[in-house]
């Protein structure tokens, strides 16, 4: 049996036998049919309950006369998205804002929820940070074909090349095409390594000087890993807001 945080440990008793049945359905077969949930989906899953009664708390509260601190808070928040999405897109990018938010805050909870003890950080697993990639991933391609349509697809052949030859540009395109591919591939790879290397890092850092020198210390290293949590989760929210941008380009 791995080992199991208290919160995992009590949905594998209480869901282990239907997870199971439905992985089984896919054809896919636990390594522990006891325990197929693991730690990173449980803590995954305990983010998402607690960003929605958040969410539902500060809707609960909406004022316009006497706003409370946890509407200025996620107020500022989306401020501070808006001011960043809107240097980099243009006047244009209110239909995005609300998608780098919420990047924003649910990996920032991922990279945080690993210092209260009793929990660990979904994202110091590769396949959380990959998760979260291809969330980015499929996002962008899709707002791309949403403003551009089927001319989206001329992002991948490279720049424009009015004047060119025709023979010129069809071979730069076909030496474009792959490179673009592979650059849009990339990354994927990118996204998931950078916030999964070094939260795992912090991680391990960290539990390292908590075994070697319990007291003082490590507070050192545990500030300095809720540092890199914060800039994680905006390095995440800034690449996506990048490659929305390009995909949403007018070419001019």
Not at 49 to 61: A, E, N, P, Q, W
Not at 66 to 79: C, I, K, M, V, Y
Not at 153 to 165: A, D, I, K, S, V
Not at 186 to 206: C, H, K, P, Q
Request: aromatic content about 14%; overall charge negative.
């Amino acid at each position: 049996m791995p080992e199991q945080l208290w919160f995992t440990e009590i949905l594998n008793h209480l869901f282990a036998g239907p997870v199971t049945a439905f992985l089984g359905m896919l054809h896919i077969t636990p390594k522990y049919a006891q325990a197929p949930i693991p730690n990173s989906f449980a803590m995954e899953l305990l983010v998402f309950f607690f960003l929605v009664t958040l969410f539902l708390l500060v809707r609960s509260r909406l004022s316009v006369e006497s706003p409370g601190g946890l509407q200025h808070t996620f107020e500022g928040l989306e401020g501070f998205v808006a001011g960043q999405s809107r240097e980099i897109i243009g006047h244009h990018n209110e239909p995005y804002t609300a998608f780098f938010a919420i990047v924003f805050v649910f990996i920032l909870i991922c990279n945080l929820i690993g210092v209260i003890p009793g929990f660990e950080s979904p994202t110091g697993v590769p396949t959380v940070p990959l998760g979260c990639a291809i969330c980015a991933f499929l996002y962008y391609h899709v707002q791309g074909f949403k403003h551009a349509g089927p001319k989206y697809l001329l992002h991948f052949f490279g720049p424009p090349m009015e004047g060119m030859p025709l023979i010129a540009r069809v071979l730069l395109a076909a030496l474009m095409f792959p490179i673009e591919m592979v650059s849009h591939l990339a990354r994927l790879l990118s996204l998931t390594v950078r916030l999964w290397a070094n939260i795992f890092a912090g991680d391990l850092v960290t539990l390292v000087f908590f075994s070697m020198i319990p007291i003082g210390i490590p507070v050192i290293f545990l500030s300095l890993h809720i540092g890199v949590a914060f800039l994680q989760a905006y390095v995440f929210m800034l690449l996506s807001i990048i490659y929305v941008s390009g995909a949403v380009a007018d070419e001019h």
